[in-house]
């Protein structure tokens, strides 16, 4: 199994920056991608970015979050970061961590991001 768990939610005004880390732990050598998603209340979730494990070249994000925030991998690939740069007040949601393989996906818990003056 694996397990991730996601930090770095927090509350941020308009024009703020906040970085999100998810450290995946258990069997992670099979996973092909990890990414984030977002859920706001009463709201479906929806993709964020997502990086490849295999080239971390390889990353595609949301048309409405695209040019502010940034995806990468780090610690031989076992952790995930987003860099969220320019939030806007429609960026707040609970945030998830993501992990895939070609059988199933695997969750964090979310963090809560606020973006609010």
């Known amino acids: 199994q694996v397990q991730l768990v996601e930090s770095g939610g927090g509350l941020v005004q308009p024009g703020g920056s906040l970085r999100l880390s998810c450290a995946a732990s258990?069997?992670?050598?099979?996973?092909?991608?990890m990414g984030w998603y977002r859920q706001a209340p009463g709201k479906q979730r929806e993709l964020v970015a997502t990086i490849s494990r295999d080239d971390s070249t390889s990353t595609n994000y949301a048309d409405s979050v695209k040019g502010r925030f940034t995806i990468s991998t780090h610690n031989a690939k076992n952790t995930v970061h987003l860099q969220m740069n320019s939030l806007k007040a429609e960026d707040t949601a609970v945030y998830y961590c993501?992990?895939?393989?070609?059988?199933?996906?695997?969750w964090g818990q979310g963090t809560q991001v606020t973006v609010s003056s």
């Open positions: 258990g069997n992670i050598f099979s996973l092909y991608a």
């Open positions: 993501n992990a895939h393989r070609p059988f199933r996906d695997y």
